[in-house]
Structure formats: C-alpha cells, structure tokens
C-alpha cells in the first residue's frame, strides 16, 4: 500500500509547526518572533497564526519580554515512557473540545494493516455517535471515514481494500459502483472534506478530513443528525482546521 496525495494542508502546518518547536526548543533563554521568522523562512502572517495555535494547545508559553520558550505539554510529551498515554490523553481532551464547539459527535481513525480502526472518540446525550449497525471495516464505501481514508492510498490500495469487502447497499443513496467510487475517489481535492449524506444510515450526516503523518493514514471525522445537515458545512470546515493540531500531537 503507497500513500495516493501529496501531503494535505494540515500535514503543512503541522510540519511548520515542528520547525517553529525545534527553533524554540534551541533557545534556552528564550527566542522572539523575528529570530523564529529568520530560522524557519516562514511568513509573518502565517507564524503569527502558527504561534497562536502553539501557545493555545500548550507547546510554547511566551516570557514576560515576548520571547517564547517551550510550553508544559512539550515538556509531558518528552518522556517516552508516558509519551503514548499523554498523547492518547491530550487527543481525547481535543476530541472533547471539538465536540463542544461544533456540537456534534467527533472520531479519529486509522488505517491499519488493510483495516479502518476507530481509535478514539468523543459524543455526548446532545451530540450522540453513529450507530454502528453495520461494522465500518465492511463499509469503507459507505461511510465519511471510510471514504477519507480510501482517498490517501493509492489505486492498488483502494482496490485490494475493496475486493476484500462488498460494497453492499446500505441505503438508497450508497454508491455500489466500484468504477463510480473510484472516479470519485480520484477525484476527491484532498483539501476538500469528505462527506456522507445518508449513504451508511438514513437519519444520519458525516464528513472526514485527512490526517496523514507519514505512512501513517489518518482522519478526523464527524456526526450530526440529519436534521441538523444544515450545519454540516460549517462543522466540516471547523474539522479542517482542527486537523493541524491533531495531526501535530501525533507527529511529536
């Protein structure tokens, strides 16, 4: 299995973001925006926001004279003994985040050794999770994750996962077209979330973003009632740029 996309916008900012933590991390006595801006070749306007995400998720702390040093949630994640429980603990306070902001019931997933796997998530009683009623490793064709994932292999890739499982229709609106899903598929903007609308469960909306860190294929996704499909637009962008500082607390 090959990666299909050239890296997605958040894989950029969250490769830029490890620029700006290695140049922070190099100055012990602290390193202002100007001397970021000259070891990193990133734009003002675009460390001005980089920096803003990285002090609100906790990497840097900036110093009474405006300089930035290396934050507490760098410091926990340095141990490589708790490294995979504090970024377990961290994703799932940000799932929990998410949730709340955007009012709906959010999922992070992987693609792993030809399977989608559901690592963590986050709902509530207002913000309930998709049921499961028919397994997500069998309805890749189906469903908002499913779909993400199988946009960030190659073709042989979207190919061998789907002659391992049927695309069988779930609802009235499920594609069944290997040919048809696969246009789509190629042609799915990886920039561009992906969406479900009705076509694994009647009564229910999804999207998915990719987040790809490595060889490592990723997606952070979404649930909403189809009653509240209107919002379903605005949610996916709030997932879009959300996905940088996931991506980021898995890439350290």
Request: proline letters at 5%; aromatic letters at 4%.
């Amino acid at each position: 299995m090959a990666l299909k996309h050239e890296p997605t916008t958040p894989y950029h900012s969250a490769q830029e973001a490890l620029r700006v933590l290695e140049t922070v991390a190099h100055g012990s006595s602290g390193v202002t925006d100007t001397e970021i801006a000259r070891h990193t070749g990133i734009p003002p306007e675009r460390l001005t926001a980089l920096l803003r995400m990285l002090r609100r998720e906790g990497y840097v702390e900036q110093i009474a004279d405006g300089a930035y040093v290396t934050g507490e949630t760098l410091a926990r994640l340095g141990s490589a003994r708790h490294r995979e429980q504090a970024v377990r603990d961290k994703l799932q306070r940000a799932l929990d985040r998410l949730r709340d902001s955007v009012g709906a019931a959010v999922y992070m997933s992987r693609y792993v050794d030809g399977e989608i796997s559901i690592t963590q998530y986050a709902d509530s009683p207002a913000a309930p999770k998709v049921n499961e009623w028919v397994d997500f490793r069998s309805s890749a064709h189906a469903t908002a994750i499913g779909k993400s994932l199988l946009t960030q292999l190659d073709h042989a890739g979207r190919r061998d996962h789907l002659a391992r499982h049927k695309m069988a229709r779930l609802t009235s609106r499920t594609i069944t077209s290997d040919r048809l899903l696969l246009s789509r598929l190629e042609a799915q903007p990886p920039t561009v979330p992906v969406l479900d609308l009705q076509e694994y469960a009647i009564g229910t909306v999804c999207a998915a973003v990719p987040i790809t860190a490595g060889s490592s294929v990723g997606c952070l996704a979404l649930s909403l009632p189809v009653e509240h499909a209107h919002r379903l637009r605005r949610a996916a962008d709030a997932l879009n740029r959300h996905a940088a500082p996931m991506l980021l607390s898995m890439a350290i």
